[in-house]
């Protein structure tokens, strides 16, 4: 399924103007303006955070298309570059079957945002402990996110980092920023990392997810998927 949408992505990127022709604008619009260039002819808006949502950054949300029915998430200049690093973002997948209020039209406080309130409150999180973002970096939560409580409620996630056009932002050979996807991991999962390593147990949460790197409110657990480990 992934490899189809990449595929995709690169013609569009192909077709699109470079990314060269807004290095006038600023960071922000370069970062939006690639994303709608790899997942085109969508609907986009961008949702401010603020006190109340616990996190100061913004989120680009992209509106699934009948073809393609899964919302694309972004954050919107998370990670500032340094001398030695590029610029980080962080971006997820939701089918479009998420329970949002109102499928067209999401507010960041509706109990069913917290994936974009979390890529908020993970990028706060990182900025304060200074975690050096790559592709298998484990982030545990400071505090569960809020709507995703329960038996199952994610104890932190993985960074993966995919191959292709969606592993950076790039403008002619120059890496604007990095991407990353926050791959949510279950408490139980969490205990295993330090027998299995991140990589393996990566591999087997998206296994468990049937390949898909889409968030799934109900996906199985790596850890009653014994199958899964051998």
Known sequence: MYSDMEERIKRRLALSKPVSFIRQRQYADTITEYFQACFP????????????????????????????????????????????????ELWLLLPSTWPFQQAGLIHLQEPA???????????????????????????????????????????GVIMAQISGDLAAVKEKNHIVAELFMPVLVYKEEWELMKDMGTDALLESVIA????????QLHRPNVADMEFILQ
């Open 41 to 88: 002819q969508r609907r986009t808006e961008v949702l401010t955070g603020g006190e109340q949502h616990g996190s100061s950054i913004s989120v680009q949300v992209l509106y699934p298309l009948p073809q393609e029915p899964f919302y694309v998430v972004h954050t919107v200049r998370l990670l500032a570059a340094t001398a030695s690093a590029p610029a980080c």
């Open 113 to 155: 945002a917290w994936p974009l309130r979390l890529l908020g409150k993970l990028g706060e999180q990182v900025r304060a402990h200074r975690i050096s973002l790559a592709n298998g970096v484990s982030v545990p939560y400071c505090q569960a996110p809020e709507g995703a409580a329960g038996e199952r409620a994610p104890a």
């Open 208 to 215: 468990c997810n049937q390949g898909s790197f889409q968030l």
